[in-house]
């Protein structure tokens, strides 16, 4: 994996948690780190095979917890915390918040409530009528919401 693919799946990681309600101390160490590896001039990779650890705990942002998922990451594509939390909410989650007017405390709210975690439940739950239920959603942003999924 190279520092763009690393970086974007730790914002991933720390989005899936803001829509969890989990931590903000834990999400926002996830998306400074992210910041950090996405523009550090040499790659996590080369770090990991020169340096170990130890390298990478020189990046900003970059403690032994994050390092450890670094090397995970590097050495085998995946980390263990991405696939616990991914068993638990499932990635597309993180697809409803390219939506208008679906930020994280809506998305919760849609995963947690109404069980919604893709584009297409979402499709099926607006066809039904189901956008009306959901505290945070106002009429205009239910069309708008209808109008991205290209709903009539």
Same mark, same amino acid.
């Given at each position: 994996m190279n520092n763009? !693919?690393? *970086?974007? /799946?730790?914002?991933?990681?720390?989005?899936?948690?803001?829509?969890?309600? !989990?931590? *903000?101390? /834990?999400?926002?160490?996830?998306?400074?780190a992210a910041e950090a590896i996405e523009t550090w001039p040499i790659e996590m990779q080369t770090i990991v095979n020169e340096q170990?650890?130890?390298?990478?705990?020189?990046?900003?942002?970059?403690?032994k917890a994050l390092a450890g998922k670094i090397v995970e990451l590097v050495q085998t594509g995946t980390f263990d915390?991405?696939?616990?939390?991914?068993?638990?909410?499932?990635?597309?989650v993180l697809d409803l918040l390219e939506l208008p007017g679906v930020g994280p405390k809506t998305a919760a709210t849609l995963h947690q409530k109404f069980k919604i975690a893709s584009l297409d439940e979402l499709r099926k739950f607006a066809e039904g009528g189901g956008l009306e239920m959901v505290d945070g959603i106002g009429p205009k942003g239910a069309e708008k919401i209808k109008a991205r999924l290209k709903l009539p």
């Open positions: 763009e !693919e690393i *970086a974007r /799946r730790f914002n991933q990681m720390g989005s899936l948690m803001e829509v969890r309600g !989990e931590d *903000a101390f /834990r999400l926002r160490s996830y998306r400074m170990g650890l130890a390298g990478l705990l020189e990046i900003p942002g970059v403690g915390a991405w696939e616990k939390l991914t068993t638990e909410t499932p990635a597309t």
